[in-house]
Each structure stands twice: as C-alpha cells, then as structure tokens.
Nanobody, 116 residues
Framework: QVQLVESGGGLVQAGGSLRLSCAAS????????MGWYRQAPGKQRELVAT???????NYADSVKGRFTISKINAKNTLYLQMNSLKPEDTAVYYC??????????WGKGTLVTVSS
C-alpha cells in the first residue's frame, strides 16, 4: 500500500504562485503514471496534469503554460508548480499514483484558494 500526503496549498491572490508537493510513503521509482487532479466546489473532479515514469508530461488545456508537473524519485515526491493563478483554479488538489498493474492510490487533498 502507498500512502500519499499533499502539502503546499493555501490562499493566494490572482497572478500569484504556489508549489504543491505530494510525498509518497514508499519509492515511486518505476510507477507508471503520477498525476494531479482538482475538484472545485460544486464541480466534478478533473485531471490537471500527469507524468509517466519516463518523464513524459500532459496537461489540461486550462493550465498549459502556467502549471508544471515534476517529480524527484529519490525523495519519493511529486510536485505541481502553479504560476499565474486564476480564481477559477480554486479547488482541492489531489495527487494520484497509478501502478504498472493499474492500481490507483490517492492523497487526501490540499486546498488552493485564489482570490481576485
């Protein structure tokens, strides 16, 4: 079992930046896909960004050019750098890891609030 703990959320003004971290309880080396999702109040959870074990990344159109997903395997940590934040980015952000055998592990989320 892999436990994931997100951190780095908080309150920020529009145009500001935040860096989210997701610490895993065990090695993330070799895991197939890692990603960030978010869920805004009253809305469905949506994919924000993913990164594969080989380093290939994908982003939702709404965050392209503003957010960057990365990982440091030696620290068992996944990151999401968020720049030029907008009020519509306000949401609870969750990290997820999908193993090579297709099992998903989710964190409990961290709240990001962007004021206008």
């Amino acid at each position: 079992q892999v436990q994931l703990v997100e951190s780095g959320g908080g309150l920020v003004q529009a145009g500001g930046s935040l860096r989210l971290s997701c610490a895993a309880s065990r090695s993330i080396f070799g895991l197939n896909v890692m990603g960030w999702y978010r869920q805004a109040p009253g809305k469905q959870r949506e994919l924000v960004a993913t990164i594969t074990s080989s380093g290939s990344t994908n982003y939702a159109d709404s965050v392209k050019g503003r957010f960057t997903i990365s990982k440091i395997n030696a620290k068992n940590t996944l990151y999401l750098q968020m720049n030029s934040l907008k009020p519509e980015d306000t949401a609870v952000y969750y990290c997820k890891i999908t193993t090579l055998v297709g099992r998903d592990y989710w964190g409990k989320g961290t709240l990001v609030t962007v004021s206008s």
